[in-house]
T-cell receptor, first 115, second 113 residues
Framework: DTAVSQTPKYLVTQMGNDKSIKCEQN?????MYWYKQDSKKFLKIMFS???????INETVPNRFSPKSPDKAHLNLHINSLELGDSAVYFC??????????????FGPGTRLTVL | DQQVKQNSPSLSVQEGRISILNCDYT??????FLWYKKYPAEGPTFLIS?????DKNEDGRFTVFLNKSAKHLSLHIVPSQPGDSAVYFC????????????FGSGTQLTVLP
């Protein structure tokens, strides 16, 4: 009974290709996030959506485009993949934003390798 | 510029002993702190959190201490068990319109049987 799921778990592709990573949460949360874990193991926020609206957009190349068809899904589309995009991408969700405290729950990650 | 720092990349502890993981932060606006545990090939799992209005929060074998004046928090695990072996991430957030988490680089804890 997975709370936050991501597909695929592994993605190997050539430079220049376009790929998507899907994320779904069944926790009923209203906020979802994408994080990138780089080679130095830092987890860095990329995007956040609250009720399908973009609320955080860190300095990320515009080749990365998040799409939220509904509040249970936040997909990440990447155009013209580059070698530096190789990383583990984590999706997360939380119940509230800016109201009291909230805890983020993470998916299992998608390891993207660009050759 | 790392706002959340975990200066020990690794820590080894004997089973049954106390594990103490440390975290320092620089942003005085942080008001909520969390610890996550991560096993290989899995996502981070929430462990315990603390609000800046408290200095201690306990949950079973896990206790988080917050020293706001020193901008330091620590996670104590007592007693340590081999299943606790994982990477532990400290994270912090600022009150505002978006609860963005800023993570440290993690500490690999190894509990030796």
């Amino acid at each position: 009974d997975t709370a936050v799921s991501q597909t695929p778990k592994y993605l190997v592709t050539q430079m220049g290709n376009d790929k998507s990573i899907k994320c779904e949460q069944n926790l009923g949360h209203d906020t979802m996030y994408w994080y990138k874990q780089d080679s130095k193991k830092f987890l860095k926020i990329m995007f956040s959506y609250n009720n399908k609206e973009l609320i955080i957009n860190e300095t990320v190349p515009n080749r990365f485009s998040p799409k939220s068809p509904d509040k249970a899904h936040l997909n990440l589309h990447i155009n013209s993949l580059e070698l530096g995009d190789s990383a583990v991408y984590f999706c997360a969700s939380s119940q509230a934003t800016g109201v009291g405290t909230d805890t983020q729950y993470f998916g299992p990650g998608t390891r993207l390798t660009v050759l | 510029d790392q706002q959340v720092k975990q200066n020990s990349p690794s820590l080894s502890v004997q089973e049954g002993r106390i594990s103490i993981l440390n975290c320092d932060y620089t942003n005085s606006m942080f008001d909520y702190f969390l610890w996550y545990k991560k096993y290989p090939a899995e996502g981070p799992t929430f462990l315990i959190s603390i609000s800046s209005i408290k200095d201690k929060n306990e949950d079973g074998r896990f206790t988080v201490f917050l020293n706001k004046s020193a901008k330091h928090l620590s996670l104590h695990i007592v007693p340590s068990q081999p299943g606790d072996s994982a990477v532990y991430f400290c994270a912090a957030s600022v009150a505002g319109s978006a609860r963005q988490l800023t993570f440290g680089s993690g500490t690999q804890l190894t509990v030796l049987p």
